[in-house]
């Protein structure tokens, strides 16, 4: 479903991605690993269309979304969460979800009205319902703790009904216990919504537990793809990544 193809993007004289070909499968589970450097936001960054490749394709079922409009990119179905969770934190979670999807379906001239379309609605509590949010509809998005506002990012990203789901460190600055609620609810949404996620992971604990794939860049280039037996038993992992102290991916 989702490939792209001898991809490449230099900022400075520096590549970031350099020469990158892969495919992911429809319904697959994918982890992008690697050490600090290795390009893997700009590589999210190319796909979503946050940024153009100097180089290369990007093709969604055969089609090359080089060049679109990040918002032309989301309506024919990739969808993402970063980092940082990008929330309006003035509003409500019911308010955040409900706009979003409103302007998805091209009437954000209804926004500030007070009664959404029932449909916008009852998308956005499908979406806090499969999160764990709906008692939290009233809620202030600046009110959230850090793991619901990651998990309303989320949301933002699923209401959009994505086909490809790209999730930029769904754990990141979270403790132990609430990492692997959050990983679980991660994994119980791939099974329900049946979509392809891929996802940028630094604990390799949880990339180990609940990919089916995983794939290695290192300096903006593939290292490694494969299982995780396969990965876990790679020797250039080992040594490029594997063996190393924790790090932090590139802005």
């Known amino acids: 479903m989702l490939a792209v193809?001898?991809?490449s993007k230099s900022f400075g004289g520096v590549a970031a991605i350099q020469d990158v070909t892969l495919q992911f499968a429809p319904g697959s589970l994918t982890a992008i690993i690697?050490?600090?450097g290795a390009g893997k936001t700009t590589f999210f960054n190319?796909?979503?269309?946050?940024?153009?490749?100097?180089k290369g394709r990007v093709t969604l079922s055969g089609e090359d979304i080089v060049g679109l409009p990040p918002s032309q990119i989301v309506r024919r179905g990739i969808a993402r969460s970063f980092q940082?969770?990008?929330i309006f934190p003035s509003l409500t979670v019911e308010a955040v979800?409900?706009?979003?999807?409103?302007?998805?379906m091209g009437q954000s001239e209804r926004i500030m009205r007070r009664f959404p379309l029932p449909e916008c609605r009852a998308r956005a509590f499908a979406a806090m319902d499969m999160l764990g949010l709906a008692d939290k509809a009233a809620v202030l998005s600046a009110n959230l703790s850090h793991g619901d506002q990651k998990l309303l990012d989320i949301g933002l990203a699923l209401v959009l009904e994505p086909r490809v789901l790209l999730l930029d460190e769904p754990t990141a600055g979270m403790g132990p216990?609430?990492?692997?609620q959050m990983i679980e609810k991660v994994r119980e949404l791939w099974k329900r919504q049946g979509i392809t996620l891929v996802f940028i992971e630094h604990d390799m604990d949880i990339v180990f537990k609940i990919a089916e794939s995983i794939r290695v860049l290192c300096y903006g280039q593939v290292l490694a793809e494969g299982s995780p037996e396969t990965i876990r038993g790679n020797p250039e992992v080992i040594a490029a990544y594997l063996g190393t102290s924790e790090e932090t991916d590139e802005p």
């Open 84 to 86: 940082i969770a990008s």
């Open 97 to 104: 979800l409900t706009a979003t999807v409103q302007a998805h």
């Open 34 to 36: 690697g050490p600090n």
């Open 177 to 180: 216990e609430e990492r692997w």
């Open 46 to 54: 190319l796909i979503s269309g946050a940024i153009r490749p100097d």
């Open 5 to 7: 193809e001898e991809l």
